[in-house]
C-alpha cells in the first residue's frame, strides 16, 4: 500500500507555530472582544432606558383616556430623544412616526432612522409591554442595528393603585456609533491577531532554521556515508540533543570506517592470497597433468584396480587444472587488470565456431540472423557462451538454443533450456562465487566459478548477464553487449 505524502518538518514547524498563535490569540482576544462588547451595547442600553423613563414623566398626566392619533402623537413627540424615533399606541390606533430633533447646529446625522410602525415592533416585546412591563429588545431593522424601547402608560388609582391606560409608547433607538466602535475593536483584534501571526510565522522560519540546518547536513552526511565516502563527519555545535546527534553520528562514522577498513585489508589478503596459491600451483599441476596424460594413455592396459585409479588421476587432474584457471581469472577481476583485446567480429560466426569447437553444434538448436556484427573480445564472448551452453546441456532438458537479438546500439544472446528451470530461491544466487543450487552436485565437475566469471566478463564489456525462468519452463540466460564496447586500458590478459 502506497504511504500518504506528508509534510516535510518545516511545515509542520510551521503550522505548528501558527496554530498556537491562532488559539492563543483566540483564547485571549475572544473573550477581551466579546466583554467589551457587551459592555458598549449594555452602556447604551441603560443610558436609553434612563432616558426613556425620564422622558415618560413629561406625559403625565394624561389628557384623555381614549386618546386619538394627535395625542398619541402628542405622547411620542414628548419622549423622543436625539437618537430614533418614537411611535405611540393605543390598540388600533398609532401615533406617526415621530422622528428624533435635529441637534444644534441644524446638521442631521449621517444616517436618519426610517419610520417607525407597529408591525417593526418585535412580538415578543409588545406582548411584555402589553402586560404592564417596560422592556427592550435589540435588532437588526433595514440593514442597521436598533434598541427597540418599549413602555406602557400607566394611571395611578386615588387610592394609589396602577392599572393599564391601554397606551404603548416604542422608542427605536440607532445604534450606529457603538457598532462603528464594536467593528473598530473588531479590527483591532485581527490586526493584533494578524501582528502576532506574522511574528510567529518569523520565530518558526528562524526555529526551522536553527534545526533543520543541521538536520540537513546530518542527512546530506548519511548520503555520503551510504555512498562509500567512509571519512564524512558533521560539525558539533553546542550541547543540545542535535549536537549529542551529530557526536553520535561522528562516533558510529569512525567505527564504520575502522570496520571497512579492516574488512577491505582483510579481502585484499584473501584474493591476494588465492592470487598466489592459483599461480603457484600451475607449475606443478602442469606436471601432473603431463603425468596424467600418460597415465590415461596406459589405463587401458592396466588390470582394472590399476586402470581405474589412473584414470580417475587424469580426471581430477583436470578439475584441479579448471579450477586453478578459474581462480586465476577471477582474481583478475579483483585486481582490476582484466582487459579486452576487442576485434569487429560477426557474432553469428561466433556462436557457430563456439558450439562446433566443443561439438555441441547437432545438439543445441540456433536462432542467428546474419550480418550482425560487434567490436567485441571474441576469447571472452566464447567463454561466456561455452559456461551457458554447457550449463544448460549438462543441468537442464533438451532442446537446448541460442538466439541473437539485435539493435542499433546492442545484442541480446538467449540461452534457453526446456527443463524444470530455477528455484525462486536459487534465483538471486546463480552468480555468486562457489555457489551450487544443490547439495548433490558438490562434487560434480564444475568450480561454482563459471557463472560468476562470465559475468564478470559481460560487465567488463559495460553489459549484463541475467537469468529469467520461463513461463512454460526451463530456464533463459540472457547475454546483453553494446555493439562497441569501449577500448579498455591495456593491460595483462
Known sequence: MASRPSLGLRARLLLAFASLCVVTAAAVAGPIYLAA???????????????MRSRLEAVFPLRSAVPGPDELGRIATAVTDGNGHAIAVYHQTYSPSVPPPPPMGGRLPGRIAPALQPGAVPAQLRRMVAGGEMGWQRVVWHGAPFLVIGAPLLIVEPDGTTRVSGIEVYVAHILLSEQRSIDELAGLAWLAGGA???????????????????????????????EGEMRTRVAVRGSDELAEVARTFNTTAAELERHVEQLREME?????????????????????????????????????????????????????????????????????????ALNEIDVAELVGATLRTRGWSEQVRTELPPGVTARLDPRRVDVVLANLVGNALRHGEPPVSVRLSADANWISLEVRDHGPGLEEAVLPHVFDRFYKASAARARSEGSGLGLAIARENARLHRGDLTVTNAPDGGAIFTLRLPRRAADPGAGPQ
Open 37 to 51: 462588547r457587551i459592555a458598549i451595547l449594555q452602556r447604551a442600553q441603560d443610558a436609553a432606558v434612563e432616558s
Open 196 to 226: 502576532a501571526l506574522a511574528f510567529a510565522v518569523v520565530l518558526a522560519l528562524l526555529a526551522t532554521r536553527g534545526v533543520l540546518g543541521p538536520v540537513r547536513e546530518l542527512g546530506r552526511a548519511a548520503r555520503l556515508l551510504g
Open 268 to 340: 585484499a589478503d584473501a584474493r591476494r592470497f588465492v592470487a598466489d596459491v592459483s599461480h603457484e600451483l600451475r607449475t606443478p599441476l602442469a606436471a601432473l597433468a603431463a603425468v596424467a596424460d600418460v597415465l590415461d594413455e596406459e589405463a587401458a592396459q592396466m588390470p582394472e584396480p590399476a586402470g581405474r585409479a589412473a584414470r580417475l588421476v587424469s580426471q581430477e587432474t583436470l578439475n584441479l587444472t579448471a579450477l586453478v584457471n578459474d581462480l586465476i581469472e577471477i582474481s583478475r577481476f579483483d585486481s582490476g587488470v582484466a582487459a579486452l
